[in-house]
């Protein structure tokens, strides 16, 4: 029973590993190529910024990172995933989508299918019952909704699969009885930085710009309206 459990941790820290991925390289990716005239090395937050939905300390991605036993265990197991997303007509979401396979697939790990809820939250649900039918050894999903979807993911960490989230985490679920961990980017710190690189904006872009704060606070994902409460706490600080 320890092996298994042991295993079993590696997995979902493989999980993290492999939801993490693309973001990795997108970062870098961006660094290099989004933002000219700035220096980038003291663009923005030292440090995370953001926090868990109760308070948690994030951990950074650098500790974030599988030993050579538990890759191997890891292996061994020849483990399946499935993933459930908002939805995969995104050129985001293809991404994840692959970063995350590719990762899982240098651990041995195979993805069982991924399902497109496409912001609904019935066939996100169904999405779910169906995964779980399928007896995976882990799930990754991105939430179309905090509260709807809550009790369906509850069935996930009943049915002995664990559950690892991108973005959100559905109200009432606690960590770690009812899902291994939650990966996301610092959307707040990215706030902060956005609020650096926008130059000074006159009133009537000021205006345009509560319209969109408004289309951006009823986002389905909490990533958007985070990164707005960034930005806008560091406008306030700075201007």
Request: with cysteine.
């Amino acid at each position: 029973m320890k092996v298994l459990l042991a295993t079993k941790a590696a997995l979902a820290a493989g999980v993290a590993v492999g939801t993490f991925a693309y973001a990795s390289s997108a970062l870098a990716d961006a660094q290099a190529s989004c933002v000219k005239g700035v220096d980038l090395a003291t663009l923005g937050p030292t440090s995370i910024v953001g926090q868990g939905p109760h308070g948690e300390k994030a951990a950074s991605p650098e500790v974030l990172k599988l030993s050579d036993a538990d890759a191997e265990k890891v292996k061994a197991g020849h483990f399946k995933v499935g993933i459930s997303m908002q939805t995969v007509n995104l050129d985001w979401s293809q991404l994840q989508v692959q970063g995350i396979t590719d990762t899982l697939k240098k651990y041995g790990v195979s993805v069982t299918g991924v399902a497109s809820a496409e912001y609904q939250v019935d066939k996100q649900i169904a999405d779910i019952e169906n995964t779980i039918q399928q007896h995976p050894d882990g799930i990754i999903s991105i939430p179309v909704d905090f509260t709807a979807t809550a009790p369906t993911y509850k069935k996930v960490s009943q049915a002995g699969i664990k559950l690892v989230f991108m973005d959100s985490i559905p109200t009432g679920l606690k960590q770690p009885e009812e899902y291994a961990a939650m990966i996301s980017a610092d959307s707040q710190g990215n706030g902060q930085i956005a609020a650096q690189i926008l130059p000074p904006v006159s009133i009537k872009a000021a205006r345009s710009a509560s319209s969109i704060s408004e289309l951006i606070t009823s986002a389905p994902t909490s990533a958007p309206r985070v990164c707005a409460s960034g930005c806008r706490r560091t406008g306030r600080t700075s201007r």
